[in-house]
């Protein structure tokens, strides 16, 4: 199954992830290190998390420290624009509306 990137934000823990990657990269046991879940658990989410290519692998040596990818974020934000316009206009009519009471 497909993932796209709006099954990988949707989950708390996994923003909570994408919040930690996008300060440094870290290694599964360093991200696991700041949940209540089983390391198990958390592994689960940094396995959809890089499905949906939110975050990247790299080894280094014995390690391999997971890295937040800000392109494939710019997904969220190019759908979301097409609702920006829209909802500035509605707040402007808001604006106006209440202007005039």
């Known amino acids: 199954m ?3 990137i709006f099954q990988a934000i949707a989950d708390p823990t996994r923003r909570a992830i994408l919040g930690l990657l996008a300060l440094q990269a870290m290694t599964p046991n360093a991200i696991a290190e700041h949940f209540d879940s089983s390391r198990q658990a958390v592994s689960k989410h940094i396995q959809i998390l890089a499905e949906c290519e939110v975050i990247k692998q790299q ?7 997971y890295h937040f990818n800000p392109q494939k974020m710019k997904e969220i934000d190019l759908w979301l624009e097409r609702f920006r316009k829209l909802w500035d206009d509605r707040f402007d009519q808001l604006d106006n509306l209440l202007k005039n009471l």
């Open 2 to 4: 497909r993932r796209d």
């Open 59 to 65: 080894q280094t040596g014995r390690e391999i420290y």
